[in-house]
């Protein structure tokens, strides 16, 4: 091992403060020493890697190899010249000189994969720092940790054997005594702990694993050196030791997939995208240096896209895109460091291109010939298919139809369908007497102009119009007629006259009434003339503003029979046949100081047969009123002249019109005269206190009918709830209402209570039947069994028992009837035989004397009358 000795840190720092302090400039030389090139094999003409030299201001540099293996190019690559001797590591210099200086530095290649020797095994000197106290001069003492140290390099990603001597620290007391050696910071006894060790003896630091720039790019210790007593003797010192970036991570791509898009036809130089990749290698080093390369697209004859080696911008590289013969590009992009010639990764860019309007949008059909009727409005003519190239549903394929030829009348338009086809529709109607046949030319365009220069495409479309039955025309089709409103039924008012358009088929027209509401007129079917059949009322209810409207109807005889309408409208003059009428609400006249009662007169004729009103009272009305005039024709004013008698009056007034001849009417108006205090009606105040008395009067009526109704209703329930005498033991009625309070069980119910079949036996009354005839002794009933399977027989045999038993009523169901005791007016219905007897048995005859309650039973079984 070869031992580099600094003789004093100090005498370091100090050449170091000479040289800044001249202002000179020193040219660093090689970034890195050594450099590290990974290959898998070597071969002549094959890049190793590029070294760089950071000194830009030198001329003339060349660059050698002291190996003739290998050469050196301008840009700092280095390039294998001839074959190499099967080696697995091998170790070169490169020179750099100029006219004045020349600098080195160390290459290492390893070959397949073999890794960096030891720096003992291979000679390569190991670094020794020592402490600047055998220097006693003030002028060269500094202060604890002032002192500059240099720096010591080792490369990452360094295999075993470990551990690997890195430097070698030194103190020159350890020749006066015993010093011991340590060192402390992040990667000793910080984390990452026990990267590094020192030997405690002899000052050497070794490392224990392989380093990663990446992850740490350097590491700063500090050297202590103690004696036995671990006092320091010496100032700690810093060892600074940075981690040599080797080219070992790939170029990665921030997306293994980019995407872009560029519009065909786009011109050469038109960015379409950018790719991006990174390295985590050192970004001051070649080894992070990126180049961005096409290697498929390069291949090609005629390649369409390039990419800037530097910024990964892909851009277009020739004209010709065309999205019709192709949509899509996939490219792939490959990203290398060391400016290209070093690891390299790939990736895909895939570039769409899209649409401009570059086709022209054709008819499929270029003429057509269509029918279509005549009278038709918004009616398809005809759907015109296209076909365009670009892409669909876009402004540049959608299509926009117009018509340049062939609707100077507007009788047509054209539109586009959800199917990007073209309808053409007529939006007047056609007129087959006029025009039998239309030519129109339609054109196509897209909803955004074309990108080039090119010529549109268009349709003829040929009309055929087809005749149809088109209903007769009035002329014209609204008529004013005037005339008065009096005249006599059976006159001729006016006549309609329609017009058939088809006149080639010389088709009959007749006549009818279409609408009248007030059943004024008739017309004649043939001529078309209008006659009065009733009389005409101005003031009807139908007549508006004086006009009343009639609609005429005309059709012919044609297949189908079309019908035309046409319009009367009459004026009506008003002739003076209504009488004015005097209205007022009814009004009370004070005697004193009366006010005026104001009078309005209605007339349902209009001027001049109205106003002005001549107004005189009559029946000796005008000896107790006058009429006064205002300043409005239908309005008079009433107003009492003297006192009169309180009470109703009713007050004669006739009312004449200006009409010619007049028309006049008598109207009583009612009004009530009382005498007054204070312009209130006396005759008022008391009829309210009378009224309230009235009031008070009505609502005692009212409580005494309330109390009468309860004293009624309680009188009744009293009634209701006398008892009756009991009826005798005999007169007991056992069929009268039984309270039904248990059916027993169902068929899944086997928990029978059997003592429900004992239950009314048991507690029968014992009673003399006199109405059974002949008085037998009563049978005997089974007793219950104690056997379950023996329930059935005991029931149907107790059954029969009960049915022959005279003495019993009728037990003879599974129900509870309970006894309700005597008191019945009506008699037994015990002699009704049970179950064995039929209705042809029976004698009903007795029911007769069972009273009110049976007759209805008597009528129906008995042998009476039906």
């Known amino acids: 091992m070869r031992v580099l000795a600094f003789p004093s840190l100090a005498i370091v720092a100090l050449l170091m403060q000479v040289e800044d302090g001249d202002g000179s400039q020193s040219c660093p030389g090689f970034d890195t020493n050594p450099y590290v090139f990974q290959v898998e094999s070597l071969a002549p003409g094959q890049v190793l890697g590029r070294v760089h030299f950071n000194c830009s201001e030198q001329k003339g540099l060349k660059f050698s190899a002291d190996d003739s293996c290998f050469q050196v190019e301008s840009d700092g690559r280095v390039l294998v010249s001839r074959s190499v001797p099967g080696k697995n590591q091998i170790i070169f210099r490169i020179i750099a000189s100029s006219r004045d200086d020349a600098w080195e530095t160390t290459v290492k290649v390893l070959i397949n994969g073999e890794k960096v020797n030891d720096s003992a095994e291979d000679g390569t000197a190991v670094p020794v720092i020592m402490w600047p106290s055998q220097f006693s001069s003030s002028a060269l003492r500094r202060k604890k940790r002032e002192w500059v140290i240099p720096s010591v390099n080792y490369p990452e990603n360094e295999r075993g054997p470990f551990p690997k001597y890195v430097v070698q620290i030194k103190s020159n007391r350890q020749e006066e005594m015993k010093v011991i050696y340590s060192i402390t910071g992040p990667g000793a006894d910080q984390p990452p702990i026990n990267v590094f060790t020192i030997d405690r003896d002899d000052g050497k630091i070794v490392v ?12 700063n210790l500090l050297a202590h050196a103690l004696d036995e007593n671990q006092n320091e003797i010496e100032d700690a010192v810093d060892v600074l030791i940075n981690v040599i970036d080797m080219n070992d991570n790939r170029p990665q791509f921030t997306s293994p997939t980019f995407y872009g898009t560029v519009v065909e036809g786009a011109t050469p130089g038109t960015a379409v995208m950018n790719v991006t990749a990174t390295d985590a290698d050192d970004k001051e080093k070649s080894n992070a240096i990126i180049a961005y390369s096409l290697p498929e697209e390069e291949l090609l004859a005629e390649p369409m896209f390039a990419i800037s080696s530097k910024s990964g911008l892909i851009s277009v590289l020739k004209a010709g895109l065309d999205r019709e013969k192709q949509d899509k590009y996939t490219l792939q992009v490959q990203a290398a460091d060391m400016e290209g010639v070093g690891l390299m990764t790939t990736a895909t860019a895939i570039i769409t291109i899209t649409d401009t309007n570059d086709n022209v949008p054709k008819f499929v059909k270029p003429s057509i010939t269509v029918e279509a009727p005549e009278n038709e409005v918004d009616y398809i003519v005809s759907r015109h298919a296209i076909t365009d190239d670009d892409l669909p549903q876009t402004p540049a394929w959608k299509a926009n139809f117009s018509i340049i030829f062939g609707n100077e009348k507007q009788q047509f338009m054209v539109e586009t369908d959800l199917d990007n086809n073209g309808v053409l529709k007529i939006i007047k109607p056609l007129d087959f007497e006029k025009d039998k046949q239309h030519k129109v030319i339609i054109e196509v365009k897209n909803q955004i102009p074309f990108t080039v220069t090119m010529s549109l495409s268009s349709a003829t479309v040929t009309i055929n119009v087809t005749d149809v039955n088109e209903a007769p025309i009035f002329t014209p089709e609204t008529k004013m007629d005037k005339h008065p409103e009096n005249r006599p039924v059976g006159s001729t008012l006016t006549s309609c006259k329609a017009i058939d358009p088809d006149t080639a088929q010389n088709q009959v027209i007749k006549y009818q009434i279409g609408s009248d509401p007030g059943h004024w007129f008739e017309i004649e079917s043939d001529t078309g003339i209008v006659k009065l059949v009733n009389f005409m009322d101005r003031e009807s209810e139908f007549v508006t503003n004086n006009i009343y409207t009639v609609t005429i109807l005309a059709y012919d005889n044609g297949s189908p029979v079309a019908t035309g309408t046409g319009t009367i409208l009459l004026e009506l003059e008003d002739i003076n046949d209504n009488p004015p009428i ?42 107790n009123w006058t009429v006064e005039l205002t300043d409005r024709d239908d309005v008079k004013l009433l107003r009492l002249k003297r006192e009169i008698d309180p009470g109703v009056y009713e007050v004669s007034m006739r009312v004449k019109d200006n009409g010619k001849p007049h028309m ?24 309210a206190a009378f009224g309230i008395s009235g009031i008070l009067a009505i609502l005692g009526a009212i409580l005494a009918l309330l109390i009468l109704a309860l004293l009624l209703l309680l009188f009744a329930r009293k009634r209701r709830s006398v008892k009756k005498e009991p009826l005798l033991p005999e007169e007991d009625i056992r069929d009268n209402v039984y309270h039904y309070d248990e059916e027993g069980g169902g068929e899944e119910d086997q928990d029978y209570d059997l003592s429900q079949l004992h239950r009314g036996l048991d507690s029968r009354p014992d009673v003399v039947r006199n109405d059974v005839v002949p008085l037998l002794l009563a049978p005997q009933y089974r007793p219950r069994p104690a056997n379950p399977d023996e329930i059935g027989n005991f029931i149907d045999e107790n059954l029969k028992t009960a049915d022959d038993d005279p003495t019993a009523p009728p037990y003879d169901s599974l129900l509870v009837f309970d006894y309700e005791g005597v008191g019945s007016e009506a008699e037994s219905l015990s002699s009704l035989n049970s179950s064995n007897k039929s209705d042809a048995d029976q004698d009903y005859d007795h029911l007769n004397n069972w009273g009110p309650r049976f007759r209805k039973l008597a009528e129906m079984y008995g042998n009476g009358e039906e």
């Open 208 to 219: 224990h694993q392989p380093l990663d720039r990446e992850q740490i790019a350097s590491y």
């Open 582 to 623: 005097a209205t007022s609400f009814m009004n009370r006249v004070c005697n004193q100081d009366p006010l005026p009662v104001n009078v309005t007169i209605t007339d349902k004729d209009i001027p001049p047969n109205t106003y002005p009103y001549a107004v005189v009272l009559v029946h000796r009305a005008a000896n």
């Open 664 to 687: 006049s009417q008598v109207t009583g108006l009612q009004v009530e005269v009382c005498d007054c205090a204070n312009g209130v009606c006396k005759e008022k105040r008391a009829g």
